[in-house]
């Protein structure tokens, strides 16, 4: 496939692709219900489907009795964590070795000409980004979502919380699970912003932003500080009414789906003259520029605070206009 029919590569061979960046027309002024309509079905195809049937599949067939999870036992907690274990390690292990060990479209589509395995480096253990970043995945990453899931099945299990069914609140349930993935984004943006902040950069967040070139195993690949951070958010479901399949499908997202961001890939090749776009363009940019697209674009605050790049030469100048402003301001203060 010709990935130079859908954007252009630099001397490097970086790939960028054609369309700019834009983020979701929800709260924009004047309204565009036509351009969100258009847009409404990126929202759902193909991750957070992909998303929700995991979850259901979870809730229904590999999730213990609500009896059983009213104790705290290591057989059913190493069998939650065993589970999430398999579900990362196939979907991260597929995709790290269609695209990067087997290296099955090359690097075409690959925004980062270059692959990680063939640049060794110090800041990694053992010198190698991939086996860093499945250790630490599996090393705090898993453990913590799981011990997060834990907690929010066993508070269900004792009716603490405000829990609600389907059969009573249907339409409260489903709209909190159609909302799930923005608001998701919006704790991602507030805490991305927090763990920016020049301490916990140095000593937290920066562990992640080794991956200056990230692949799928980079996606969970995080201090254990941020790991908390990151999962945090799933506590939403202590304060708003909701059920268990809701939980699970919040953990896909942010579990699960920290994978999206960190393919590497503007598309994957599903056949000869067709692919699948990743929506993983924004947070390569972040990876790439640290300073920019601290969320995916879905809520809008990058762009109201100054710091979205739509991936053209517009936006990198508008990022180096900021950049050379931010010296200035540090110089100035010497």
């Given amino acids: 496939m010709d990935d130079l029919k859908f954007g252009t590569r630099n001397k490097r061979g970086d790939y960028t692709p054609n369309t700019p960046l834009e983020v979701a027309p929800i709260v924009v002024w004047p309204p565009k219900p036509l351009k969100f309509l258009a847009w409404l079905p990126g929202y759902f195809f193909p991750w957070n489907l992909l998303f929700?049937?995991?979850?259901?599949?979870?809730?229904?067939?590999?999730?213990p009795s609500k009896e059983t999870m009213q104790t705290l036992d290591w057989?059913?907690?190493?069998f939650i964590w065993l589970r999430n274990s398999a579900i990362v390690f196939i979907l991260y292990g597929l995709l790290e070795l269609r695209l990067y060990i087997r290296r099955s479209q090359g690097n075409r589509f690959k925004f980062n000409a270059m692959f990680p395995a063939d640049k060794p480096s110090d800041v990694f253990m053992f010198r190698s980004q991939n086996i860093d970043n499945f250790i630490r995945s599996f090393g705090t990453g898993v453990p913590i979502w799981t011990a997060y899931e834990v907690g929010m099945l066993y508070a269900w299990a004792h009716g603490w919380g405000p829990w609600a069914t389907f059969a009573d609140h249907p339409y409260a349930l489903i709209a909190l699970g159609l909302l799930l993935p923005l608001f998701h984004e919006a704790h991602f943006f507030c805490i991305h912003r927090l763990i920016h902040t020049p301490f916990l950069y140095k000593w937290v967040h920066s562990v992640h932003h080794n991956s200056i070139n990230p692949s799928p195993w980079s996606s969970l690949s995080m201090h254990p500080v941020e790991h908390l951070l990151y999962w945090s958010d799933i506590l939403i479901h202590l304060v708003f009414p909701s059920h268990p399949l809701l939980v699970l499908y919040h953990l896909q997202i942010t579990g699960t789906g920290a994978v999206v961001g960190h393919i590497g890939f503007d598309k994957i090749e599903t056949a000869d003259e067709t692919a699948m776009g990743t929506h993983a363009f924004a947070h390569y940019l972040h990876h790439k520029y640290f300073e920019v697209n601290y969320s995916d674009g879905m809520v809008p605050f990058d762009l109201w605070f100054g710091t979205w790049h739509d991936g053209t030469k517009e936006g990198e100048a508008r990022m180096d206009a900021r950049f050379a402003k931010k010296r200035a301001r540090l110089n100035a203060g010497k």
């Fill in 52 to 63: 929700m049937a995991t979850a259901l599949v979870i809730w229904f067939y590999l999730t």
């Fill in 75 to 78: 057989h059913w907690i190493g």
